[in-house]
């Protein structure tokens, strides 16, 4: 192993772990408590989100199928964690039942979203407020982040492309 990998993997606070699902260590990013959630354990979090959604929009297995282009038994082993979801897939069903990626991965790996689960809940909550603002306002609001945001931080944050757009 390299120095630049150790550098990388510390940087981004990955530990090495076993799941059951992999023969081999990998390095995942723990949750708040310390804990990691398994390959399979988010498999389960992500198909309880999509039977939920589905369940919300008054759909049954039977309606929500054959829209994916899928027969009822095939489309209910993504709500039983039984097949593992394409991301092409994911955003078929953002499109028929109205939720956005960052919903369904939320309800797996909520740390994504920062250091305490109050954090992650606030960037949830701002993306979803985000989502419903103006054009003009999206903009406007923009601009007036940049300029709150160090220019040394542009970087770091992925900003600096953003900047561009927006002008």
Do not use: N
């Not at 282009?69 to 092409?88: D, H, N």
């Amino acid at each position: 192993m390299t120095e630049d990998l150790a550098s990388y993997r510390s940087s981004r606070g990955l530990v090495s772990t076993a799941d059951p699902e992999v023969d081999k260590a990998i390095y995942r990013k723990p949750g708040f408590g310390g804990e990691i959630t398994s390959l399979g354990h988010m498999e389960e979090l992500i198909s309880a989100f999509l039977k939920k959604t589905r369940q919300a929009q008054g759909l049954s297995r039977a309606d929500v199928a054959p829209m994916l282009g899928l027969s009822i038994p095939v489309y209910g082993r993504y709500e039983r964690a039984f097949s593992k979801m394409t991301v092409t897939r994911m955003i078929h069903l953002c499109e028929i039942l109205g939720f956005m990626p960052i919903d369904m991965i939320f309800e797996a790996a909520p740390h994504l979203w920062g250091r305490t689960s109050e954090e992650a809940e606030d960037c949830l909550t701002l993306a979803r407020i985000l989502r419903r603002l103006p054009t003009g306002t999206t903009r406007d609001l923009i601009r007036l982040l940049q300029r709150m945001i160090p220019d040394d931080d542009e970087s770091d944050r992925g900003i600096s492309d953003v900047a561009e757009t927006v002008k």
